[in-house]
């Protein structure tokens, strides 16, 4: 069975939230096939069954530490990295 992807979305911050716009705020941007433009939110990401075809896959990916390897949840400076994940955040997101 082939598949062909139709949808996708991006934990994508606003890096300039809060009152003094230095806080990052959560927020997804999201995209769809045949789509002109991406649709950016807060709320959390709904898919409802009965939209979707039986063999519809959906497949969430995280980001990984270029110094350790492990997923951004598993990184740790206890452990020895030293990856900054606040400044890649910044980076990517500005």
């Known amino acids: 069975m082939e598949y062909q992807e139709i949808m996708w979305a991006e934990a994508k911050p606003d890096i300039y939230g809060g009152d003094n716009c230095d806080q990052i ?22 898919l409802c069954c009965k939209t979707f075809p039986p063999g519809t896959k959906v497949t969430v ?28 955040v910044q980076n990517e997101y500005s």
Request: with cysteine; hydrophobic share 25%.
């Open 25 to 46: 705020e959560p927020r997804w941007e999201a995209y769809a096939d045949g789509d002109m433009d991406s649709d950016t939110f807060d709320h959390p990401i709904e």
């Open 61 to 88: 990916s995280v980001p990984c530490c270029p110094e350790c390897g492990q997923q951004v949840e598993m990184c740790r400076t206890d452990d020895g990295c030293e990856f900054d994940w606040d400044e890649w």
